[in-house]
């Protein structure tokens, strides 16, 4: 049996896509003024754990967010297509009120988690879900035994989260996703194992600065 791999799972900071609620996919939207701050915080978080590999979709936010956590360490970034955001096709670029006004069958196809359901150009979520696990399993288990980061999108997140706790890819998200918070997974023999999830406290300054302004 090969050594346990210990994961640090991040979604990238915040993109003003993200603040506008509004669907990135696999556009190369990058890191607003917000986000920069919260991975500069996540790195200082993270800088103890003893990470021997940071391993990034090549989309620019998750990237920009690796090389800012792996720099300090001295530690280069891989990159990985594979861990890219769902494809959403027609539907990237649109905030969810406009997705739901202007093409509703899909919107809702979308929101009730249809596995089979990929809107044009897209994937579809069963589709989006092998490959999300299937590559954050190949890094796990080229890592074998160390302590890595795997910095990625929400879509993945939330299909690892799945994926660990063994819930049905069609069952409603009862979990965050929270931009450049933590979240801890265990790879082994057994697959995957939950952890921890979204740790936000290194981020609470942001918070406690929102509140003052």
């Known amino acids: 049996m090969s050594a346990a791999t210990r994961i640090v799972a991040i979604r990238h900071g915040e993109t003003a896509w993200n603040a506008e609620s509004r669907l990135q996919g696999q556009l190369d939207i990058p890191l607003n003024a917000r986000g920069r701050r919260q991975v500069a915080l996540l790195a200082d978080a993270l800088r103890d754990e003893g990470l021997s590999t940071v391993v990034s979709s090549d989309l620019g936010r998750a990237a920009d967010t690796a090389r800012a956590l792996a720099g300090p360490l001295g530690l280069a970034v891989e990159t990985d297509a594979t861990l890219r955001e769902r494809g959403f096709g027609v539907l990237e670029g649109h905030t969810y009120d406009e997705i739901g006004e202007r ?88 697959g995957f194992v939950l952890v921890g999830w979204n740790d936000h406290q290194h981020l609470e300054v942001l918070v406690r600065d929102d509140a003052s302004v």
Do not use: K
């Open 103 to 190: 093409w509703p069958e899909m919107a809702q196809r979308w929101r009730a988690r249809d596995p089979q359901f990929g809107p044009p150009g897209g994937e579809r979520l069963a589709d989006f879900f092998e490959r999300s696990v299937a590559a954050a399993l190949r890094v796990a288990e080229r890592h074998a035994g160390q302590t890595i980061a795997l910095v990625t999108h929400g879509g993945v997140l939330d299909c690892l989260y799945r994926a660990a706790t063994r819930i049905e890819l069609q069952a409603p998200r009862t979990w965050q996703l929270g931009n450049a918070a933590i979240n801890r997974l265990l790879h082994s023999a057994q």
